[in-house]
């Protein structure tokens, strides 16, 4: 049997419905080439980012807690760089 004959025995098998959406589809990739490819090729990139981003996340290790010191650093820090007027807070470490 020819791959042509077993292609036309799926689309009988399935819902016409189906089959208009596909033909439709079809026809809009014929109509618009470029815009189809641009359209298939943007879908592909935002997956592969969103794909790399979550690969990236399950690499990255976790951030280490601060201890009470450090933590107990960081308020005293801020609290006097909120304290002091502009000009002398910005020569403050952060």
Do not use: K, N, W
């Given at each position: 049997?020819s791959?042509?004959?077993?292609?036309?025995d799926?689309?009988?098998?399935?819902s016409?419905?189906?089959?208009?959406?596909?033909?439709?589809?079809?026809?809009?990739v014929?109509?618009?080439?470029?815009?189809?490819?641009?359209?298939?090729?943007?879908?592909?990139?935002?997956v592969?980012v969103l794909?790399g981003?979550?690969?990236?996340?399950?690499?990255?290790?976790?951030?280490?807690?601060?201890?009470?010191?450090?933590?107990?650093?960081?308020?005293?820090?801020?609290?006097?760089?909120n304290?002091?007027?502009?000009?002398?807070?910005?020569?403050?470490?952060?």
């Open positions: 049997m791959p042509q004959m077993q292609h036309g799926r689309r009988s098998q399935g016409p419905r189906a089959f208009s959406l596909s033909e439709s589809s079809l026809e809009l014929e109509d618009y080439p470029f815009s189809s490819t641009l359209l298939a090729f943007g879908v592909g990139l935002g592969g794909i981003q979550t690969i990236a996340a399950t690499l990255r290790p976790e951030p280490q807690p601060l201890s009470r010191l450090d933590s107990l650093s960081q308020q005293v820090c801020d609290a006097v760089r304290a002091v007027p502009e000009a002398i807070a910005r020569h403050l470490p952060r």
